[in-house]
């Protein structure tokens, strides 16, 4: 079985030690006894601009997002889904609770899955971002995890769907061969409402093959 | 287990698997949902939600927030239109319930009702906003236990009753259409009497304000060679849709836009149109994608008129993001609904009475139908030779409850189900020869007398299912061994039936062949992902003889001319539409006939369309379609869309008119012949190996063999049938609300509070098949699916769950660990029956 850690956005000892998860700011805040509940909004306006403190971090970076050099503005409290969506025009990430609790917002960061409503994205400035629109080629061809969906009709209402393929894609990198059971486990940090797992199963075990015959 | 594929049958197109033409844009995130939309100048809005239960605003105070950079403008109930009469297809008036839920509210009746809304630059300037605004509440009495509220002096969710009655329509007056009339409110107290039931464990039951009978149940009972008297209460759930009802709206020339998600896309735009109190024509409503429903979005959803307001107020779109949170406090549930079953038995099982009572949690809003139905589906799955149903349908302060996938059927089956196991083990019969015994046939019976007549099914095969799925199970082979321990683990075996409603008729079809020689399809069924909005159109290439790949769909856009379409809930489309795609093929073919005829000499009827042609039977002349759709534009007439039926719904008549003079147009109401009411059926297999040291246990087989006629996609089909078990199977498992009972509050507000079914949660593979008989009343035979799977997947876990541990260990749902070591440490079921939200 694969190290289950690996997949666990929400755990702050993972490899990636410069990652700051939202629990570890929910845990500094309690103890310097702020109080914030804003961490589901942004702020597109310049009225609000944010006066620059000792220790604040730049809010003009550099991400890199399906390989390629993106210049963007952000909050220090900014979430990477929020940047996605709303400053990237990158929307095939969902949001389905914004509290690490359902994993439609999974994305890659440097090949790992992570739930990107809990990463920030000042955090990830020198890493490598994926989301599913950086999957299939240039030329529209379609990644084998993909595909294997299209070959399966897997997923209904597919609000959950890149979440599902990130989660897949990330896992298969190190069990690129696993038997149904395993890859359930691999992406069990996912959730369908539409309740469609045996389709989605069959779909991203028929991914798995594709993606070792390709 | 492998899945079982259908076999195949003499159809090309139809029960064939193929790729729908929206899983492209799904599969690269391509695809649009509500919240995915931007346009100019756009707004955000946030919510202020009650923190109280049931309270009345006394006064706003608004001024420091709207003095704020950024803010735009502020939405409070007082703006909101008055709620309006609608018209259904028959022409009947349906009068607005003046105390039906509404966007905003000043007497909010449960906490996290919105309250007001503000619309800013951007959104955290709004909720800035939100939390500078002074509401002033006065608390008022609140319940949240539909019990109490019943008892001697209990509090009334509303100011004015505690139970909703419904009430006989009145008669028409002369040269006015009929109408139908909201329910009553009424205050509905039992006596202390009544309550002496409950100190046994067991429901009182007082004075219904609906029941129905049929037959003589006093006698059925005292005939019996086993009574029954079981209680059991179901959770209230939060249907959950990972799409939250997010909302994007704004104004163009008089016409408003509104991106939303819904189950149906042509039946929201005269709801958006009647909640926004504006002209069906001044609507553009745009859904090609929508995050799940399951009933929760059966025509969107009222809450997407506070963007709508505020787009008009401030003159900018405006974003209206909805919370996880929120969603849970306004995006509606399945109301609990605690039962009580006096069922009489033979010696061999036949049900020779039935008595059940149920009371519905019904949320402080409009009337669910939850209790009506629970009585029906029972009646119509198990046959009793003598059933009465009484019910009450109780307010309480809790958030406002919908139709839920199997609305009432899922209760009623699970209140069931545990009833028929238990008598099956006091009678030594085999749980599937005790379902095979009662189990409906045919033009089945159900319900109450009407005009001395029960009303019946179109027909019934569940029978068939039983059979062939406990062979397909081995069920005999494997219940010898099941409630045998082995160290801490005992294993299980349940069987379950289930039904739910399985189609409606009298919708219309439209599609164009173009002079390029393709089909346009035009869909105005929802897409919220069970594959119908494409799926019912596979008929018309099937019939016109056409590739798939030649047929050209339009869907989710309204202002893309589509027809008038059923709702997309109560499992309709698949019945409802195959039928309106067959009469709208049956015309596109002959005016094939009809122009082929004209144009090349004989009759209509001398001439055959297949092949992409229309030519003459037995070979000789004919005509391309591509060919057929020119002489079509210059012939016009009926040919093009010039001259429309007179039988269409109007939003198709505008519909069709725009689209006039491109080709050969199609266009047709589904007025075929319709006996009886469409059933569908489930067959449940589930097997279960629970841990006595740790409570836990966990599913390792399942199979559900549905009785849905003919399969359209089978793909499609499998994951609705297991998708909809394993949502059912969920209220087995731990699904449920709780609350605070001193101070009226939910403590389950996110998905880990009551978490849907992961996929860790049930086997690593489960089965499903179909037992693949045509309906005799429907012109392709096929039924709908989304409902019936839910009660047979939460019973069957039920039924498999008694079976490993006896009949001593639940009397409600869920069935969770401490409840399994809990009872069995007691030796009886260690559960309050009656509490609500426990």
Redesign the interface.
């Known amino acids: 079985m694969a190290d289950h850690e690996l997949t666990d956005p929400g755990c702050s000892h993972s490899n990636n030690s410069n990652l700051i998860s939202r629990r570890d700011v929910i845990k500094s805040v309690i103890a310097t006894g702020v109080v914030s509940?804003?961490s589901?909004?942004?702020?597109?306006?310049k009225?609000?601009a944010q006066a620059s403190a000792p220790g604040a971090v730049d809010r003009l970076i550099t991400l890199n997002v399906n390989g390629q050099q993106r210049r963007v503005d952000v909050m220090k409290q900014e979430t990477l889904v929020m940047t996605l969506?709303y400053k990237l025009g990158?929307?095939?990430?969902?949001?389905?609770?914004?509290?690490a609790?359902?994993g439609?917002c999974t994305v890659l960061i440097d090949d790992v899955p992570y739930y990107s409503c809990s990463v920030f994205t000042h955090t990830v400035r020198d890493r490598k971002i994926q989301?599913?629109?950086g999957?299939?080629k240039p030329d529209g061809t379609?990644h084998p995890v993909?595909q294997g969906?299209?070959d399966?009709?897997g997923?209904?209402?597919?609000?959950?769907?890149?979440g599902f393929?990130m989660a897949t894609v990330g896992f298969l990198k190190i069990n690129p061969n696993p038997?149904?059971?395993e890859l359930?486990?691999g992406?069990?940090g996912?959730?369908?409402?539409?309740?469609?797992?045996?389709?989605?199963?069959t779909a991203m075990m028929r991914g798995a093959e594709n993606l070792r015959k390709a | 287990m492998p899945n079982v594929t259908p076999p195949s049958s003499k159809y090309k197109l139809i029960g064939k698997?193929y790729?729908?033409g929206d899983?492209?844009a799904?599969?690269?995130?391509?695809?649009?949902?509500a919240?995915?939309y931007r346009a100019d100048g756009m707004l955000f809005c946030k919510l202020a939600l009650s923190p109280m239960p049931h309270a009345r605003v006394r006064g706003i105070d608004a001024r420091a927030a709207l003095a704020m950079?950024?803010v735009k403008a502020i939405l409070t109930a007082d703006e909101l239109p008055a709620p309006a009469n609608s018209i259904n297809d028959n022409g009947t008036v349906i009068l607005a319930n003046p105390r039906g839920y509404q966007a905003l509210t000043n007497e909010p009746l449960f906490q996290g009702q919105p309250i007001l809304a503000v619309a800013a630059?951007?959104?955290?300037?709004a909720?800035e906003a939100i939390e500078k605004i002074k509401i002033d509440l006065e608390p008022l009495p609140f319940v949240v236990d539909p019990l109490a509220t019943l008892r001697p002096g209990g509090p009334n969710a509303r100011t004015d009753g505690n139970a909703w009655v419904r009430l006989p329509p009145p008669p028409p007056k002369p040269g006015e259409r009929p109408a139908l009339t909201p329910p009553e409110l009424q205050t509905v107290k039992w006596t202390s009497q009544d309550f002496e039931e409950a100190k046994q464990g067991r429901l009182p039951t007082g004075k219904p304000t609906e029941e129905w009978h049929v037959g003589d149940v006093d006698a059925g009972l005292k005939n019996a060679a086993l009574v029954l008297d079981e209680t059991f209460v179901t959770p209230n759930t939060s249907h959950?849709?990972?799409?939250t009802r997010s909302t994007m709206a704004y104004w163009q020339n008089g016409k408003v836009y509104v991106h939303t998600g819904t189950q149906s896309t042509a039946q929201t735009v005269p709801a958006i149109a009647r909640w926004l109190g504006v002209d069906v024509s001044n609507v553009v409503f745009i859904s090609e994608?929508?995050?799940?429903g399951?009933g929760s979005k059966i025509t969107g959803d009222i809450t997407l008129v506070i963007p709508a307001l505020l787009a008009k107020k401030t003159g900018a779109p405006v974003m209206m993001?909805i919370?996880?949170e929120e969603e849970n406090f306004i995006g509606r549930g399945r109301p609990s609904l605690h039962g009580r079953m006096k069922v009489g038995f033979s010696k061999e099982g036949r049900i020779t009475a039935l008595d059940m009572y149920v009371i519905c949690d019904n949320g402080p809003y409009d009337m669910v139908g939850d209790a009506f139905s629970s009585g029906r589906i029972v009646s119509v799955l198990y046959q009793p030779q003598a059933m009465r149903w009484r019910s009450v349908t109780v307010l309480t302060n809790t958030p406002p409850r919908s139709a839920q996938s199997s609305p009432g059927g899922m209760q009623g089956i699970a209140i069931m189900e545990p009833v028929l196991a238990k008598a099956a083990r006091k009678l030594g019969v085999d749980q599937v020869a005790i379902r095979r015994i009662n189990a409906p046939e045919g033009k089945a019976p159900f319900g109450p007398l009407t005009a001395g007549k029960q009303q019946y099914a179109t027909s019934a095969f569940i029978k068939e299912a039983l059979d062939r799925g406990a062979e397909q199970f081995k069920w005999n082979e494997r219940k010898v061994n099941t409630g045998k321990r082995n160290g801490s683990k005992v294993r299980g075996v349940g069987v379950s039936m289930s039904t739910y409603s399985g189609g409606t008729t009298g919708f219309d079809g439209l599609f164009i062949i173009k002079p390029d020689g393709k089909v346009y399809i035009q869909s105005g069924v929802g897409n919220?992902?069970?594959?119908s909005w494409t799926d019912v159109h596979r008929v018309v290439a099937e019939l016109l003889g056409v590739p798939w790949e030649k047929c050209e769909l339009t869907w989710g856009n309204t202002s893309k001319n589509l027809p008038w379409t059923c709702p997309s809930g109560g499992s309709q489309t698949t019945h409802a539409m195959t039928r309106a795609a067959h009469a709208v093929a049956s015309d596109g073919i002959l005016k094939l006939q009809q122009i082929a005829a004209k144009d090349l000499g004989g009759k209509p009827e001398d001439y055959v369309v297949a092949n992409e042609r229309v030519s003459r039977k037995g070979g000789g002349a004919g005509m391309s379609l591509a060919q057929a759709a020119q002489r079509a534009i210059k012939l016009g007439g009926v040919y093009d869309g010039h001259e429309l039926p007179k039988d269409i719904n109007n939003f198709t008549v505008v519909s069709a008119t725009a689209l006039s003079g491109q080709g050969l147009m199609a266009v047709a109401k589904d007025k075929y012949p319709h006996d009886g009411n469409t059933f569908s059926f489930v067959a449940t297999f589930a097997e279960i190996e629970a841990d006595v040291e740790t409570g836990q246990y966990h599913i390792l087989d399942f199979l559900a063999y549905a009785d849905v006629g003919t399969v359209l996609h089978p793909?499609?089909l499998?994951?609705?049938i297991?998708?909809?078990?394993?949502?059912g199977i969920?209220h087995t498992l731990g699904q449920k609300w709780v609350y605070d009972q001193q101070y009226g509050l939910p403590v389950s507000k996110?998905?880990?509070h009551t978490?849907?079914?992961?996929?860790?949660d049930?086997p690593?593979?489960?089965a499903w098949a179909a037992v693949e008989i045509p309906d005799p009343e429907t012109p392709i035979g096929s039924r709908g699916i989304g409902e019936p799977p839910v009660g047979g997947g939460c019973a069957a876990i039920l039924n498999a769950l008694s079976d490993a541990l006896g009949d001593e260990v639940f009397r409600r749902a869920p069935v969770t660990s401490d409840v399994i070591l809990a009872s069995l440490e007691a030796g009886r079921p260690a559960q309050d029956p009656l509490r609500s939200n426990i």
């Open positions: 509940s804003t589901y909004l942004f702020r597109v306006s009225v609000w969506r990158l929307t095939g990430t969902k949001i389905g609770c914004d509290q609790e359902c439609a989301t599913i629109e999957l299939a379609l993909q969906v299209i399966e009709q997923f209904q209402c597919a609000f959950c769907m890149s393929l038997t149904r059971a359930a486990k992406i069990s996912n959730l369908c409402r539409c309740q469609d797992y045996d389709k989605i199963l | 698997n790729t729908t899983l492209y799904k599969v690269t995130g391509k695809a649009k949902y919240e995915d950079p950024g630059i951007d959104e955290l300037t909720a959950q849709c990972l799409e994608y929508t995050g799940g399951f993001r919370t996880r919220l992902g069970t594959e793909r499609a499998g994951g609705q297991l998708g909809r078990s394993i949502l969920g996110r998905f880990h978490k849907p079914p992961t996929i860790l049930i690593d593979k489960m």
